[in-house]
């Protein structure tokens, strides 16, 4: 049997994906149920219990398919960049409404009509998708309305097709989102994280966790001794992390130590980071 890493393909002794079969052992093999995240953010888990490991998240509107559901847990791969995990079960629907949007803000409200003085009824992340099936206007503000009669702000939103020009500006607009372990969206973020959900505004699917970037994305290059080869866009790994270049010394990364995204000089971080960690491992350029 090849061996295949269980992050990105659904498998374990007793059960796995039926697409695998004849490629990993298990005792049973399964076709995977389509469902649809309904929840704003939905943590995906190393293990069913609700004190198991955060690995990555799925956004409202995110398609997965279901291999298993048991005692409120859902064991499921997610469709868009192929991770495997365990959700709640409360987070799953039917996949109604083809979506038509995607949230462009890095955060926004779900209003329960169209009017901003009503309280809220959710919120969604940059990257969340949704079916625009109406439009309204009250005192000046344009609403998109949803089919469940929920209304975002309309400039809060683009069509799917629509991509942004430039990543690295899909990233800035990060700067002081909190550092989450696992996160992947406007309420909380880490540092693959950010690198996934901006080239994923821009057009660009990229796989999720640093050492899969580091594998993957782009063309590998030395930029120098002193760096000085590096443009804005290049990427900058460490053992577990990366950093997106701004222009050629300056970086943007959701760190640990400032426990936001925040801005920070690359010979510095290179410094303070190799006290810990050691230098670069390598550097891409999408």
């Not at 900058?236 to 050629?248: E, L, N, P, Q, R």
Request: proline share 6%; charged share 25%; glycine share 10%.
């Amino acid at each position: 049997m090849t061996a295949r890493d269980a992050r990105l393909h659904a498998f374990r002794s007793d059960l796995a994906d039926a697409r695998l079969k004849g490629e990993v052992s298990a005792d049973r093999f399964v076709a995977g149920r389509p469902a649809r995240i309904t929840a704003a953010v939905a943590d995906l888990r190393k293990a069913p219990r609700p004190d198991a490991g955060v690995n990555t998240q799925a956004l409202f509107g995110d398609d997965v398919l279901v291999f298993e559901d048991a005692e409120g847990w859902a064991w499921v791969q997610a469709e868009r960049d192929g991770y495997v995990g365990y959700v709640a079960d409360n987070v799953l629907g039917p996949r109604e409404h083809a979506p038509t949007h995607i949230v462009s803000a890095p955060r926004t409200f779900l209003y329960p009509g169209p009017d901003l003085r009503f309280p809220i009824s959710g919120q969604l992340s940059m990257g969340s998708t949704v079916t625009v099936a109406g439009a309204a206007e009250t005192r000046g503000t344009h609403y998109a309305l949803l089919p469940s009669g929920q209304a975002v702000i309309a400039r809060h939103l683009q069509p799917l097709a629509e991509v942004a020009d430039d990543y690295v500006t899909v990233a800035e607009s990060f700067l002081g989102t909190p550092y989450l372990w696992g996160g992947v969206s406007g309420f909380g973020i880490d540092c693959s994280g950010l690198v996934q959900l901006s080239m994923r505004m821009a057009g660009k699917e990229v796989l999720r966790d640093t050492d899969m970037q580091s594998a993957s994305i782009g063309t590998r290059f030395e930029p120098g001794p002193d760096f000085s080869g590096l443009e804005r866009g290049d990427l900058v790994f460490w053992k577990g992390h990366v950093a997106i270049m701004t222009d050629a010394k300056d970086m943007i990364h959701a760190n640990g130590h400032t426990m936001l995204v925040s801005r920070e000089r690359l010979k510095e971080a290179v410094e303070r980071i190799g006290y810990l960690y050691g230098g670069p491992t390598g550097f891409r350029r999408p």
